[in-house]
């Protein structure tokens, strides 16, 4: 549970109202001028939306937003904006988002809402004037509306920074996949000055980092109630229904046994803490663990055998298309492996062996190549995708039918990311459908598999909850079933 330290603290001084009243769904029959925001005449809010922007507004515009992915956080955020510029002559619209695809995909949704927006991100000269003379016409009364939508990494720069002081007071700053916003270096970089704030994410608890995680609910304001879920998504069609396959994947003799290494070094870190420490929620604050914990992670993801269970897989499923491939990026052997080890072995199965027409998507994807890409494989030129941790925030390809997922992750963020992206919705798109592979951990003894069941336990939650909601639950649950009694772990 995260209580705010700062609770009155730099708050704006606007005096908002709550914009949805009853059955009202707000008046947006405004004609602002070209730049200004304004609500598209197409757009009609979902019954969520409208009561996140409320809960938004009665919290004297402050706040996180926690929305299942593909919910609709953006439209939702601009609709906030539409709202404050009706009310108080919102000035400046400030958009930061952790990667350069999310700047793009901002300004497109922008566009829908009548704004400009500048893009400020990588060479300063394509943007620090552009944005200092229209601060300036703002300023003298001649410009009335400022869209910017810049990155992590531009937003801590000298150049960016200098120009905050001139930011008006009538500012709202929206952070997207606003978890990343807690890391020390950015969270100190984020504007004091501006009062309006909104972060959006599916996730904003950081993973190994309370402190962060803490430091950004301070700055943004605490999650909003209610929460918006993947279940309360589905069922208020904001996402599809899915089918959910898991498959389970033995290590190999030698992962096991470096497996069995890792679980003991745990163990025996674990015994100088005390004993109510023996539980997993403690795991993540030890420093010492950290290490530990992320080389496991890092076998798991790069397990040998997952390999051999995509070929059985996909031997049999050689027309498909619209299929994403969820990629490892990492090795059990930091430095003798390259972390694009298992991308490529993929794309050599899948293109070499099989005949499958597939690409890979990866950081060093260029935004113009990413875009040929997303066309190719929405029309099905491209039967596959295959990538790895830049599709984990928010890459919007809805065309995305069927994902078998290789990659493990004991981060929660990055489990609901490569699901959920898997759920929004398209034309013609009914269902998606999600093959998980799922490492089995070795047979351990009885020193370490006390250790090994707390483990697991959080990681089967999650496994277990996307099960219960996928359309084929039974059948799905079915398969966890065998690793829940291995382990004794029925009562999840």
Not at 424 to 440: F, N, S
Request: with cysteine.
């Amino acid at each position: 549970m995260y209580l705010l330290k700062n609770k009155v603290k730099e708050q704006p001084s606007f005096r908002l109202k709550i914009p949805f009243v009853g059955e009202s769904k707000g008046t947006y029959n405004y004609q602002p001028l070209p730049g200004c925001p304004k609500m598209p005449l197409s757009l009609q809010l979902r019954g969520y939306q409208r009561q996140a922007i409320n809960n938004w507004f009665a919290n004297n515009g402050r706040g996180t937003l926690k929305m299942a992915t593909g919910s609709g956080k953006t439209v939702t955020a601009l609709a906030i904006a539409c709202e404050l510029y009706k009310q108080i002559k919102l000035q400046v619209l400030l958009v930061v988002c952790p990667y350069r695809h999310l700047v793009t995909q901002w300004a497109r949704e922008c566009e829908k809402f009548n704004l400009q927006p500048i893009l400020a991100f990588e060479n300063l000269h394509n943007w620090q004037s552009q944005l200092s003379t229209q601060l300036y016409n703002l300023a003298s009364g001649s410009q009335t509306f400022l869209t910017i939508i810049t990155t992590n990494s531009t937003l801590i720069g000298v150049g960016f920074q200098s120009q905050l002081k001139y930011f008006p007071e009538k500012t709202l700053i929206i952070g997207d996949e606003a978890h990343n916003l807690g890391a020390p270096k950015l969270e100190e970089s984020l504007p004091r000055g501006i009062g309006l704030r909104l972060a959006l994410s599916a996730t904003p608890e950081r993973y190994f980092d309370e402190s962060g995680t803490q430091s950004l609910f301070d700055y943004f304001g605490s999650v909003l109630q209610p929460e918006f879920t993947l279940k309360d998504a589905i069922n208020q069609g904001a996402l599809v229904h899915y089918l959910y396959h898991p498959i389970l994947v033995e290590l190999t003799e030698a992962e096991s046994h470096a497996y069995n290494k890792i679980t003991e070094k745990i163990r025996r870190s674990l015994l100088y803490r005390e004993k109510e420490d023996l539980v997993l929620g403690y795991y993540e604050d030890n420093e010492d663990l950290k290490p530990l914990l992320m080389q496991r992670a890092r076998l798991i993801g790069a397990a040998e055998n997952k390999l051999n269970a995509l070929r059985d897989l996909m031997i049999t499923r050689r027309e498909t298309t619209h299929t994403l491939f969820y990629c490892s990026d990492g090795s059990q052997e930091i430095g003798q492996r390259s972390s694009l080890h298992q991308l490529k072995a993929v794309a050599k199965i899948l293109g070499v062996e099989l005949g499958y027409k597939v690409s890979t998507y990866t950081a060093q994807t260029t935004l113009q190549e990413r875009e040929v890409l997303r066309r190719q494989f929405e029309k099905g030129e491209l039967q596959g995708l295959v990538a790895i941790r830049c599709l984990d925030e928010g890459v919007d390809i809805p065309a995305i039918q069927t994902a078998v997922i290789l990659a493990s992750s004991g981060n929660p963020r990055q489990f609901i990311q490569r699901r959920g992206r898997v759920l929004r919705p398209a034309p013609g798109k009914e269902r998606a459908t999600i093959y998980d592979m799922i490492v089995l951990p070795p047979n351990l003894d009885r020193k370490t598999l006390e250790v090994e069941r707390n483990l697991l336990r959080k990681e089967l939650l999650r496994f277990v909850e996307f099960a219960d909601l996928a359309d084929n639950a039974g059948e799905a649950r079915m398969k966890l079933l065998s690793l829940q009694k291995r382990y004794g772990l029925l009562d999840i």
